[in-house]
């Protein structure tokens, strides 16, 4: 049964970096075919595809924040890490991650996660 967890500070200043660490247990992000994704919900907004990184390490982001997002993974621990730069108050969110199957429309489209961490709130406020 896999597991995961989200970790980081729930509190960034403007103009700083968004760090958040997902650890995951009970199986293996180097798995094929999963996919392991960021998406995140605003408040009083739906569920919004972040970016992720695949069983393989390829890496791949939301076309509006690319240029601001860093998914990266450390399979020695068996977690994969976001980085969102130059945040605003409108990045303020709960942030999740979740599990995507290769088999299904991975891993953009959040329905298709089967496996979801608690999420947890990243507050945006200087």
């Known amino acids: 049964q896999v597991q995961l967890q989200e970790s980081g500070p729930g509190l960034v200043k403007p103009s700083q970096t968004l760090s958040l660490t997902c650890t995951v247990s009970?199986?293996?992000?180097?798995?094929?075919?999963?996919?392991w994704s960021w998406i995140r919900q605003p408040p009083g907004k739906g569920l919004e595809w972040v970016g992720a990184v695949a069983f393989s390490g390829i890496t791949y982001s939301s076309p509006s924040l690319k240029s601001r997002t860093s998914i990266s993974r450390d399979t020695s621990k068996n977690q994969f890490t976001l980085q969102l730069r130059s945040v605003t108050p409108e990045d303020t969110a709960v942030y999740y991650c979740?599990?995507?199957?290769?088999?299904?429309?991975?891993?953009?489209?959040?329905?298709?996660?089967?496996?979801w961490g608690q999420g947890t709130q990243v507050t945006v406020s200087s």
């Open positions: 009970g199986g293996s992000i180097t798995t094929k075919y999963y996919y």
């Open positions: 979740a599990r995507c199957t290769g088999t299904l429309n991975c891993p953009t489209n959040v329905d298709n996660h089967d496996s």
